[in-house]
Structures are given as C-alpha cells and as structure tokens.
T-cell receptor, first 112, second 113 residues
Framework: AQSVTQPDIHITVSEGASLELRCNYS??????LFWYVQSPGQGLQLLLK??????LVQGIKGFEAEFKRSQSSFNLRKPSVHWSDAAEYFC??????????FGDGTTLTVKP | SAVISQKPSRDICQRGTSLTIQCQVD?????MFWYRQQPGQSLTLIAT?????????ESGFVIDKFPISRPNLTFSTLTVSNMSPEDSSIYLC??????????FGSGTRLTVV
C-alpha cells in the first residue's frame, strides 16, 4: 500500500529565507507525486506534480520539488519565502486516476 | 485545469439530519473523488464516483452513510447522512481533468452540533 510521511509537523522560517519541506513516500512502482497548499479556510491548490521525466519539477508561486528515487523523497523547496506562503502544505502520492494518499501536512509559519 | 464549484461552502447542522454537498465542474470528467479532512488532519479519500455506475467506497466508508450521485460528467453530490459531531470535517471534491491535472474544490466546512 502506498503511504506518505511528512516528518515536520510545523516549520517556522523568516521572510526571505529559503524553505525546504520534506516528503518521503512508499510505493511499489514509479509514483505520481504531488504537493498541495491549503490556506486557512480554503480548499487545496496544486503547487506541482511529478509523473516522469526530469526529476526537478517547477511549480507555481516559485516552488520546486526534486524527486529522488534512491531516497524515496520528493522535497519541496523555495529559495525565498514570502509572508503569503504561510499555509499548510500536503505531499501526496497517487496511483493514478486521481486516487491519492496524503501526508499529514506541514504547517508553515513565516516570521516577519 | 478544471474549475470546480462546490457548495455549500460551510454549514452548521443538527445531529441526526443529512446534508448534501454539490460539486459542479466546468468540463466533462470521467472520475470525481470525494475526500474528508477531519479537524487538524490530512485528507482521506471517501469514494470515487464514475458516471453511470455506483461509487466505489474506500475502507471505512459505506454507501448508507455517504450516498453519492453522479448523474452526468460534470456534476456529483455527496450526502452525509444521520450526522453526528464526529462528522464535523471539511469535505472536498476532486477531479482528474485533461493533461493529468488534479483539481480540488474549495471545500465544504461542516459542523454538526
């Protein structure tokens, strides 16, 4: 069965600092991998996705993620965080056809 | 990607009643998915809804509690039946649209009192 682990429940960074959110997955084949962001009281917005090809994926809002098969990881990065990035971030692994398993989420706080 | 309109956006309901959540997509999609996000937790898939067939439920979810309709390729409803406070959650629909786009509705925040 597929599973996703986001080791960091809560991360605090200063505005302008770099960010890395960790995601480890377990899946028997080449996974579909996703990062979503959820602002307070809002639904989910897809930041980026990996299906195949280039292991460094560019997303919206300046985010990128790198798929590392050897480490079963798909970490999300941003070089310079903005106050508006404060939200909850979910990593998900999909078996295709839209059925995804989500991690427990990482809450990002941005300090001024 | 597809645009999803989900309503109601929030509701407060009495225990023992039922609430039907609607999900309208601006394009035809084969599969629609319903998720639940309990307070402070991640998303859990409830069921997959295909047009013209019964929904497929995940372990721990049953049709009597969460009946789903999928009358056409752009619309689906999820009903939360005989509600209890434990059903207080955010319910989200999701679709897989063309070009492997995965889109979520803005969610329905349900509070059962």
């Amino acid at each position: 069965a597929q599973s996703v682990t986001q080791p960091d429940i809560h991360i605090t960074v200063s505005e302008g600092a770099s960010l890395e959110l960790r995601c480890n997955y377990s899946y028997g084949a080449t996974p579909y991998l996703f990062w979503y962001v959820q602002s307070p009281g809002q639904g989910l917005q897809l930041l980026l996705k990996y299906f195949s090809g280039d292991t460094l994926v560019q997303g919206i809002k300046g985010f990128e993620a790198e798929f590392k098969r050897s480490q079963s990881s798909f970490n999300l990065r941003k070089p310079s965080v903005h106050w508006s990035d404060a939200a909850e971030y979910f990593c998900a692994v999909g078996a295709g056809a839209g059925k995804s398993t989500f991690g427990d989420g990482t809450t990002l706080t941005v300090k001024p | 990607s597809a645009v999803i309109s989900q309503k109601p956006s929030r509701d407060i309901c009495q225990r023992g009643t039922s609430l039907t959540i609607q999900c309208q997509v601006d394009s035809q999609v084969t599969m629609m998915f319903w998720y639940r996000q309990q307070p402070g937790q991640s998303l859990t898939l409830i069921a997959t809804a295909n047009q013209g067939s019964e929904a497929t439920y995940e372990s721990g979810f049953v049709i009597d509690k969460f009946p789903i309709s999928r009358p056409n390729l752009t619309f689906s409803t999820l009903t939360v039946s005989n509600m209890s406070p434990e059903d207080s959650s955010i319910y989200l629909c999701s679709v897989e649209s063309q070009s492997y786009g995965y889109t979520f509705g803005s969610g329905t925040r349900l509070t059962v009192v």
